[in-house]
Structures are given as structure tokens and as C-alpha cells.
């Protein structure tokens, strides 16, 4: 499987971007598909996941409230609108993806993650 990641840039605070990932080359979808995110000088951390059909959705409590995950289907793609930026949300967003959506305690970890994407930078900078 494949993800492409597009739609990141530059914010000011407050502002909003949505995400996009789209997945190809699988068979067994649709496939659990999520974000995490890097900042420079630390770890990942995971930021949203959604199952297959949509049904179930988590978010990490830091952006729980501010950012909203979904997904087409149809266009094998995945979405993540990030609303009230601030700058604690610059870096790396990754795009992930998995057979199933398998989490501890509603947070979904990189050891359940099958696929990544390269990435696309998120700067929230006034």
C-alpha cells in the first residue's frame, strides 16, 4: 500500500489546513488509516486514527476538539482538518494505515501501523 500525503503549508495561529492521504495499491481494504506527527527534535506522536468503514474514530487529547478526521471511501482517501492551529502544532504529519485499527487504551501505536507516507510539513508561524 501506498500513501501520498498533500495539503500542508503555512498557517498563522488559529488558522486551519486540511490534510489529505490517499492510499493505493492494496487489496484488502479499506484500511485504518490515521495520522501521527513530528516535530523537530522529538518523537513521533500519533494524532488521530479512523477504522475502515468509519465507524470508530480516536484522537490524541492533544488535538481532540480541534482537529476532525474522516474519510471517502470511494476515493480511498483519508482527511484531516486541523482547525485553531497553534504552533505547537508545526511539523511532520505522517499518514499511516493498517489492516485493522488495533489500539491500546484508544491510542493507536506505530507497532500497529503496516504503512507510512513521506510526510508533509505542517508550520504554524505568525
Known amino acids: 500500500v501506498q500513501l501520498e500525503e498533500s495539503g500542508g503549508g503555512m498557517v498563522q495561529p488559529g488558522g486551519s489546513l486540511r490534510l489529505s492521504c490517499v492510499a493505493s495499491g492494496g487489496s484488502d481494504g479499506p484500511y485504518a488509516m490515521g495520522w501521527f506527527r513530528q516535530s523537530h527534535g522529538e518523537e513521533r506522536e500519533w494524532v488521530a486514527a479512523i477504522s475502515g468503514p468509519g465507524g470508530t474514530i480516536y484522537y490524541a487529547a492533544a488535538v481532540e476538539g480541534r482537529f476532525t478526521i474522516s474519510r471517502d471511501n470511494a476515493k480511498n482517501t483519508a482527511y484531516l482538518q486541523m482547525n485553531n492551529l497553534s504552533p505547537k502544532d508545526t511539523g511532520v504529519y505522517y499518514c499511516?494505515?493498517?489492516?485493522?485499527?488495533?489500539?491500546?487504551?484508544?491510542?493507536?501505536?506505530?507497532?500497529?501501523?503496516?504503512?507510512w507516507g513521506q510526510g508533509t510539513q505542517v508550520t504554524v508561524s505568525s
Open positions: 499511516a494505515a493498517a489492516k485493522t485499527l488495533l489500539t491500546r487504551e484508544r491510542r493507536w501505536y506505530e507497532d500497529a501501523v503496516s504503512f
